[in-house]
């Protein structure tokens, strides 16, 4: 077998394999980004939180004079906090 279809084929199975779950990862830039156009609010404060589950993103946001905390995950999904 010729090497070169070899490794194409390698480098595009893993390929497939990375995408499999379809999810797209966001920095924490892009996070704040979509935060602020979505819902509007004024964004104080960002930063990357370290878990046992993985990394978070911790925002502090204002919205209409009241300040919250977000929790998201880096696919976009937000954390419910308990």
């Keep these: 077998m010729n090497i070169k279809l070899l490794i194409f084929l390698l480098l595009f ?6 995408l499999a779950d379809g999810r797209r990862y966001f920095s ?3 996070m704040a980004s979509r935060i602020q156009k979505q819902s509007g609010a ?3 404060s960002a930063g990357i939180q370290q878990t046992k589950r993985g990394k978070i993103y ?3 946001v204002k919205k ?7 929790l998201m995950r ?4 937000r954390i419910n906090r308990r």
């Design 28 to 30: 924490l830039d892009e």
């Design 74 to 77: 880096p696919d976009g999904t």
């Design 58 to 60: 911790r925002f502090k």
């Design 64 to 70: 209409k004079g009241r300040v919250r905390i977000l």
């Design 13 to 18: 199975s893993i390929h497939t394999v990375a």
């Design 42 to 44: 004024q964004i104080l």
